[in-house]
């Protein structure tokens, strides 16, 4: 998948880009501020229909306009599409191929990324939500109904939870509990079976990945917890066997949840575990390790979706590089080499040519996007002299 133009209107502090891209590695750089990372956050919401970085839609839009209009000539299996986000006012239409897409739903996933932010280190470390919203940002955009079932799940939840926190006695709730769990079991099963075989074929390529990033040194292991208390290859197995074991894990949970007010069983508790050389990565791994590990789990993804779509979707990467040694950048830069596109941000372009010759160096300045030529600025240290 390629992203071949960029048009941005009034987007943050871009007033006006129109740039366009070949296969391989796009690199933005620029000082601090300068909007480099907007240009990232400008393709995730072609790709997801919502920011990375802000939940209201507002945030987006150029101060003190009215308008703002993102579009995007991508490159897929299927051939040439448009895709285009406007925001007028509080609106915001989605538009494919130059007709609108009603429902938001059908809009993500058309343009399939992997996205790594310098906060993904979190996923080593971080609290076990950070994990799951790994799992559930690659695959709602690799399967559709996964997030179906995923918003169906919730709701569910939150209806059996606010039962429990109700003041029924607990004879009467564990009755009308028991109306809910096949529904919450039937939710809970695609979202098991599509984590637990996601989590099988990461495995592999977020292995040999670290160990390319690390030459060596360690080796990575991954492990999908199931916050139901399975275990075992039935996880990624048929899915009625496996919806009728998740009901009677609820089942078996019922007078714990009413003593204790919640439900404490199900896919809202599952988790990933990461550990280097057999321990656990999570309170043992050093900064430089745990960001080669988030960027190993991120590859990886992005060779999954590969493999289930046929098609190798785009990689957006925030400031990765600063926080790596100059073997490891030159490891992840080759690893980066066998994916089809990257977009990557960067303050300094010193350096990065010969990392990584032939990339598509464009520089950015307060908003301003221009392709840079090769070889570098006349200023000498790579930045684009300003006035
Ligand atoms: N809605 C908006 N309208 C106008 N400008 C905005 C808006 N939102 C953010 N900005 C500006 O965009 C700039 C931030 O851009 P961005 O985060 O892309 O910087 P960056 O180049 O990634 O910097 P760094 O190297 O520090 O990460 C800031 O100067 C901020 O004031
Ligand atoms: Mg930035």
């Known amino acids: 998948m390629l992203v071949r133009r960029l048009i941005l209107r009034q987007f943050r502090n871009i007033r006006s880009a129109d740039l366009a891209f070949g296969p391989g590695t796009v690199i933005f750089y620029g000082e601090n501020g300068a909007g480099k990372t907007n240009l990232i956050e400008a393709i995730a919401l072609l790709a997801l229909g919502k920011s990375f970085r802000a939940a209201r839609d507002a945030a987006w839009r150029m101060w ?9 000539e991508v490159e897929t299996a299927r051939g040439r599409e448009t895709l285009e986000l406007r925001l007028v006012g509080e609106e915001k239409t989605a538009r494919a191929g130059g007709l609108p897409v009603p429902r938001l739903a059908d809009f993500v996933g058309r343009l399939g990324i992997v996205l790594f932010v310098p906060d993904d280190v979190e996923l080593v470390g971080g609290p076990p939500a950070v994990r799951r919203r790994f799992f559930d ?19 569910i939840l939150l209806q059996r939870n606010r039962l429990l926190k109700s003041d029924g006695d607990p004879a009467t709730l564990g009755r009308l509990l028991e109306a809910y769990d096949p529904l919450l079991a039937e939710s809970a099963a695609p979202i098991v079976r599509a984590r637990a075989r996601f989590v099988d074929h990461l495995r592999p390529y977020a292995e040999a990945a670290y160990r390319a990033l690390a030459g060596g040194r360690e080796a990575l292991r991954l492990e999908y917890v199931s916050g139901s208390g399975l275990a075992g290859a039935s996880l990624a197995g048929e899915e009625a066997a496996l919806r009728a074991a998740l009901l009677k894990r609820f089942e078996a949970g019922r007078a714990t949840d009413v003593r204790r007010r919640q439900t404490l069983t199900g896919p809202h508790r599952d988790d990933l575990t990461i550990a280097l050389d057999g321990h656990p990565a999570e309170g043992h791994a050093s900064q430089g390790q745990r960001r080669s590990i988030a960027l190993a ?10 493999a289930w779509t046929g098609e190798a979707p785009v990689v957006l990467l925030d400031d990765v590089l600063s926080e790596l040694d100059e073997r490891r950048q030159r490891a992840f830069l080759t690893l980066l080499g066998e994916q089809g596109q990257a977009f990557l941000t960067v303050a300094d372009r010193r350096g ?8 598509q160096l464009f520089s950015v300045t307060a908003g301003a996007v221009r392709p840079a030529p090769p070889g570098g600025a006349a200023d000498g240290n790579g930045q684009e002299e300003r006035g």
């Open 297 to 306: 789990l991120k590859l990886a993804a992005a060779r999954v979706a590969e």
């Open 137 to 155: 940002l690659e695959l709602s955009q690799r399967w559709p109904r996964y997030l179906y079932h995923l918003s169906r799940y919730h709701k």
């Open 64 to 72: 003190g306009t009215e308008e703002t209009l993102l579009r995007a």
């Open 352 to 359: 990065l040519e010969a990392l990584r010759p032939g990339a």
